[in-house]
């Protein structure tokens, strides 16, 4: 394919049953343990596809360091797009199902199996849940769902409730939505988009409630990716209501109270990782497009006392 090199070690010909897709750039000391987490599945029939940014550390060695055919790798020039890389591992496997996994996040060795088992009820895209690993000694334990919440109206009007390194699809639903977009306006958001898509292409999304993974939370969270985030997800919100056509007066209130919580959601993370007073104009741009959510006023007031506070 243009662009990329698919490396493997010898021509494998039967297809797997499931295709993990890893992209990873600079990420070698995490990507180890991903790939070891792969190699702990109950289900062996399996291919993880690594797509490589070009890394400048050690991640091919990682790579390479594995002797098994089931693993292979792509370089891909992405241009700070994950979305392509992600579109790129899809294009390189024909396996009938398709998992993600970015390469700093782990599975626990039932994940396959226990999704694999709940797609036979008839679901088309199935979510587990995660173990929120940091930063530093934090845990949390986070259940995605519930499945009312995952159709297309209320993916749109309530926000995103799944998590890409959590979840098992169906190729044929991927191929009828259409791959990730990889418009930069929505990097962040690339996947809560893909979700709305697969949605409203008809998937019946289901969600297991066990932990099968753990999603690692390394760094701190800066201001700027907060913001990047927000703006992500309102231009994916927007872009839904355009491709909707729906200019109902409920429609358009919805369209308010959607935006509304967008501007909710980047406070509480400016709040969260101590931007206390960067947080208020995103309160009161919320509050002036819905202001009937009593959670607005209380995390409001949660923002002053920590900012009196300090």
Known sequence: MPGSFLKVRETVTAVPRVAVVIPTYNHAAFLRGALDSVLTQTVSDWEAIVVNNFSEDDT???????RDTRIKYINFANKGVIAASRNQGISATSAPFIAFLDSDDIWYPGKLEKCLKRIEDGYDLVCHGEKWVGPGDQRRDVYYGPEQRASFRNLLYEGNCISTSAVLVKRTLVDA??????????ITAEDYDFWLKLARAGARIGFLRELLGEYRIHGGNQSGAVLRN?????????????????????DRLRSRRREAIVYYGGARGLQDSGQHDDAWPYFFRALRRWPFVAKFYAAMLLN???RRLI
């Not at 091919?60 to 594995?66: D, K, L």
């Not at 939505?177 to 929505?186: H, L, N, R, T, V």
């Open 177 to 186: 939505a259409g791959y990730f977009s990889e418009d930069p306006a929505i």
């Open 230 to 250: 927000m703006k992500a997800v309102m231009q994916v919100v927007r872009n839904q209501f355009v491709a909707n056509g729906s200019a109902t007066l409920a």
């Open 304 to 306: 002053a006392i920590r």
């Open 60 to 66: 091919i060695a990682v790579v390479e360091s594995y």
